[in-house]
């Protein structure tokens, strides 16, 4: 995993002679990984390349990488006796500590990780894969291709990664036992983000079947920088699209978090994204823009465990074929202008109203033929509610449609969740209990049950105009 003394001279004195020069003064020529042995052939292992060249972007404290567009094959393992990794993997993009700017120009690049290697628990004398009860922790027995195809850690210049495919090629590993609390929570994750309190730019990514997660986000809690991730496409990964688990002010525009857990693979909880802060950190101040979240094995957005709080969703769409559309349980989230196909649950309420989840302009479908399956989720509820919420307070319904043209039915909800200026209707015969707090002006229409139900201004259900009460 190391690059010969002679091969590092050749390469700085290339690099400082092809340096040049301009008013703000010496600026370094772009690094390659060719320039440390990199083949980029389809078929020669380049991990060693990109080891040796991110260790001398971190002794020089940044630089820019620039890549071909070609493909570089990447991922490698060495047989251990007495380590918790019976088969260890070798870095391959790691940057820790950079002060200065870390760029990454993908144009067009692969980065594909190579056939045939083992990921889960395998014995290590044999390299036969080992079953054990689940949940299980005991180390000697785990395997992966790699932690992180590009590790970005504690760097406080700015961060920017573009014009890059990351191809797990999950389908092709050796898969074996599983390991954790359930499924396998092995690393092997695209991009991991971790404690950066400088910018971060992510654009163009193509992160798809990593066994783990496409993305991780584990940023700091106190950072004024803020990171934004354009075009990022996230799909076919086997627990997460992106998981979360740390920091805040992180805005994701025109991104897609879908098919988790649908290629080789699924580990809990299969999520597009999955709000989850961990290890005493906090998550906040989340945007997601134009984004969708769809087909995955768990739900499209999950937000239930750890200090979480404050996500905007800004006409981003949410597609669940097999699980929920989102499950937003956490303080401050806020969908406006969202599309859902298949239901939605635990929408987190509370006393405050501030603090509760609130839907505004927002549009509730059932139609297969908006999904890219033909699948729409029922949900647990065997009626099909579009929204289970038995006791969910002061959820907000603000100028929202439900336009049930199939299966489902409209909310079950009690008279702690609002509806304002809403229409509700649902062509499937199953009694509906929209059973909310009617502010404005409410139009119903299906077999629907209002009983108990608080009206606070107009409700017209099937045509007939209901008591203020």
Not at 153 to 172: F, H, K, M, Q
Not at 236 to 245: K, T
Not at 383 to 390: H, T
Not at 435 to 443: A, C, I, L, W
């Amino acid at each position: 995993m190391t690059v010969t003394r002679r091969s590092l001279l050749r390469v700085a004195a290339a690099v400082s002679a092809l340096s040049a020069t301009g008013r703000a003064g010496a600026r370094v020529q772009a690094i390659t990984p060719e320039g440390f042995g990199a083949r980029g052939d389809g078929t020669t292992d380049d991990t060693a390349a990109f080891a040796a060249m991110a260790a001398f972007v971190n002794a020089r404290g940044g630089g820019e990488i620039v890549l071909r567009r070609t493909t570089y094959m990447v991922g490698r393992q060495k047989r251990q006796l007495d380590s918790d990794y019976a088969f260890e993997p070798a870095p391959i993009m790691e940057f820790t500590g950079c002060s200065r700017p870390l760029i990454i120009r993908g144009n067009g690049a692969t980065l594909r990780c190579r056939s045939s290697l083992r990921y889960g628990t395998f014995h290590s004398m044999t390299g036969r894969p080992s079953r054990n009860p689940m949940p299980y922790l005991r180390g000697g027995e785990l395997a992966t291709p790699y932690r992180s195809m590009i590790r970005v850690e504690r760097c406080s210049g700015p961060v920017a990664i573009t014009d890059l495919e990351l191809d797990g090629n999950l389908e092709r590993l050796l898969v074996g036992g599983q390991y954790g609390d359930v499924g396998w929570q092995i690393p092997a994750v695209g991009i991991h983000l971790i404690d950066n309190t400088g910018p971060e730019n992510l654009s163009r990514i193509h992160s798809h079947h990593h066994a783990l997660d496409g993305l991780m986000i584990d940023g700091p809690d106190r950072r004024n920088a803020v990171s934004n991730l354009n075009d990022v496409v996230s799909e076919y990964n086997g627990r997460q699209g992106c998981s979360v688990l740390g920091g805040r002010g992180y805005t994701f525009t025109r991104c897609k978090f879908n098919h988790t857990g649908k290629a080789k693979i699924a580990s809990a909880p299969g999520a597009g994204v999955d709000v989850e802060a961990e290890a005493g950190k906090h998550v906040g101040d989340l945007r997601f823009v134009n984004c969708e979240f769809s087909n995955n094995v768990g739900a499209g957005v999950t937000a239930d465990s750890g200090p979480s709080e404050g996500a905007l969703f800004e006409r981003c769409t949410f597609i669940g074929t097999t699980n929920w559309a989102a499950w937003p349980n956490k303080p401050r989230f806020r969908f406006i202008g969202c599309n859902f196909v298949g239901p939605i649950v635990h929408a987190f309420g509370d006393a405050d109203p501030a603090r509760a989840c609130q839907f505004h302009d927002c549009i509730f479908r059932d139609d297969p033929a908006l999904s890219p399956t033909g699948q729409v989720y029922g949900g647990e509820n065997s009626s099909r509610p579009i929204a289970d919420l038995p006791d969910n307070h002061n959820v907000m319904f603000n100028h929202c449609r439900f336009l049930l043209t199939h299966q489902a039915v409209l909310p079950w909800t009690t008279n702690v969740v609002i509806f304002a200026d809403c229409i509700l209707s649902q062509r499937a015969r199953a009694q509906s209990y929209p059973r909310g707090t009617f502010v404005g002006r409410n139009v119903l229409t299906g077999n629907i049950a209002l009983y108990s139900a608080r009206i606070r201004g107009e409700v017209i259900l099937n045509g007939r105009r209901l008591s203020t009460t």
